[in-house]
């Protein structure tokens, strides 16, 4: 082996290309500017049992608890325990964590037992990983840089992935070749009208995975963010924010999550953002309130800065005053099926980060534990292909049984897809709630519809297309609730769920 091709600039693609650098040529490709990504903007942090009064025990229970019976254990215990080394060496990487005391800041967010999630220029943790990892990047030789480059597809043969095919920043086709190729390209909010996620989170990873002949896993669950700014762009409120005690307020000013959930407003994930829907259905669409205002004006700035600003540009005084929330999609728990090492299905091809399914998040992801999740599984890969015993033949084999969907679905009427209309029905119909006859009207109308145009942005919306079908089925499928997975006419967890679905195109091998 000698050449590793990473496709993406988060903070995942970032650590496995530093780390395979150290051993093989590598090229990293993102379709954007280095420094665009969904990690740029992660606000709360990044978890990790670092503290004395903590433990990596109480880290993986908080994470189970939050996985609703699907995180697989074995996946979990790698991640905590892994979690605290890999995050000094972000700090050797230069990564500034905020102190306080001359120690460790930290902060609480919802579901976890206790604070453990660490913050980086207050709330713009995201923003100092990813300066710090690109600095380190740039400075690393053995690493070609792709810009504003978009991957296509994967190339195969006999059965194993070899490289890519690309439309360079010129917007020319071609085709790279690799001994292995690393997926690190993020989630796909975009697959929704609302999202926290920024506009390059269209899944491209996940679905050019799934026409190679990957299996996917887990596609059902989507994490919906209980506050973000009901303004257009839906700016992300941090969840840090009600850890150290914001509230939630409905229309007439009265807090009513104590009364749904003993955790109040750090209940989990999901229950907080079906219950702000719900209060936002009972007045008639009219967003809730978070009220910060009892943190005070100086700490809200030093804090949350991000925040302070983004409230401000929108003519909030939120020192003063509650401010409008409203959910919006924020986090994939599905994508592509990978081994604890960042191996898929595929020979060749491997999967860190949010584009993948390591088993960690299971139906409802913990907060603060994607970065970590990221970090430490990027890592394994690396080392896992840096290994003098790894001949890159070695490949797992995932035994359980995948459905099989066809890919291309359109009837011979199809209409070119519009990217507006797709995220607005994904919105309606695999949204908070989800219910049969609207699942089976989506499936049907994403038939009518075909991929249109030969420009990246026409690729991507193709990608977006392709996803919202195999996650259509996904949710129609799942015939319970769970975690993030809500469905109006299957409101109880069932023990015939208890396992997760698995995908895979037709005509792929096993
Ligand atoms: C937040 O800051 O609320 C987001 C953290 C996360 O999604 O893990």
New binding site residues.
């Given amino acids: 082996m000698s050449e590793v091709i990473v496709v993406g600039s988060g903070i995942a693609g970032l650590i496995a290309a530093i780390e395979t650098s150290r051993k093989y040529a590598v090229t990293l490709i993102t379709k954007a500017e280095l420094s665009e990504s969904n990690t740029r903007y ?3 942090g990044i978890a990790a049992a670092l503290f004395e009064d903590d433990s990596v025990a109480e880290h993986v229970a908080d994470t189970l608890r939050a996985g609703a019976g699907l995180s697989s254990k074995s996946v979990v215990e790698v991640l905590c325990s892994e979690g605290p080394a890999r995050v000094r060496d972000l700090i050797r990487l230069g990564v500034a964590f905020d102190q306080h005391n001359g120690e460790l800041a930290r902060g609480l ?1 919802a579901a976890h037992s206790r604070p453990r999630v660490l913050h980086a220029g207050g709330d713009a943790t995201g923003f100092a990983i990813e300066s710090a990892l690109v600095h380190t990047i740039r400075a690393t030789g053995n690493i070609t840089i792709l810009e504003h480059t978009f991957v296509k597809d994967l190339i195969l043969h006999d059965g194993r992935v070899v490289g890519v095919e690309i439309l360079d920043a010129t917007g020319n086709p071609r085709s790279l070749s690799a001994d292995a190729v690393i997926l690190a390209s993020g989630g796909a909010g975009q697959l929704y009208l609302h999202t926290t996620n920024p506009a390059v989170a269209t899944g491209d990873g996940i679905a050019i995975a799934l026409r190679a002949g990957a299996e996917l896993a887990d596609l059902e669950f989507y994490q919906f ?1 209980p506050t973000t700014l009901a303004v257009p762009g839906n700016f ?1 409120i ?3 924010l009600r850890g150290d005690g914001a509230v939630l307020l409905d229309a007439e000013g009265h807090r009513f999550m104590k009364a749904v959930h003993p955790g109040a407003e750090l209940a989990p994930r999901d229950v907080v953002a079906r219950s702000i829907a719900e209060q936002m259905a009972a007045q008639n669409g009219a967003p809730v309130f978070l009220d910060a205002s009892a943190l005070g004006a100086d700490f809200l700035k030093e804090r949350f800065p991000t925040i302070d600003a983004a409230c401000r540009t929108y003519g909030f005084d939120w020192a003063s005053q509650p401010v409008p929330v409203t959910p919006a999609a ?2 994939w728990m599905g994508g592509v099926r990978t081994d604890e090492w960042g191996r898929t299905s595929l020979p060749g091809l491997f999967a860190v980060g949010e584009v993948a399914c390591t088993g960690v998040h299971g139906a409802n992801r913990l ?2 534990n ?1 970065l970590l999740e990221s970090l430490v599984f990027a890592w394994r890969c690396a080392s896992l292909l840096s290994n003098d015993d790894f001949s890159g033949k070695a490949w797992p084999v995932f035994t359980d049984e995948a459905t099989v969907l066809p890919l291309q679905q359109e009837v011979g009427s199809a209409t070119p897809v519009d990217r507006k209309a797709l995220q607005t029905l994904m919105w309606e119909a695999v949204g908070i709630y989800r219910e049969e006859s609207v699942l089976l009207r989506a499936a049907k109308q994403l038939c009518l519809w075909k991929p249109n145009g030969t420009t990246a942005s026409d690729y991507e919306t193709a990608n977006l297309l392709d996803l919202s079908r195999v996650m259509v089925a996904a949710a129609s499928m799942r015939q319970e609730s769970r975690g993030a997975h809500w469905r109006n006419d299957f409101p109880e967890t069932s023990p015939n769920f208890h396992h997760h679905q698995y995908f895979r195109r037709e005509g792929s091998a096993r």
């Fill in positions: 992660a606000q709360g967010e963010h992300l941090s969840e840090a924020h986090y907060a603060s994607s």
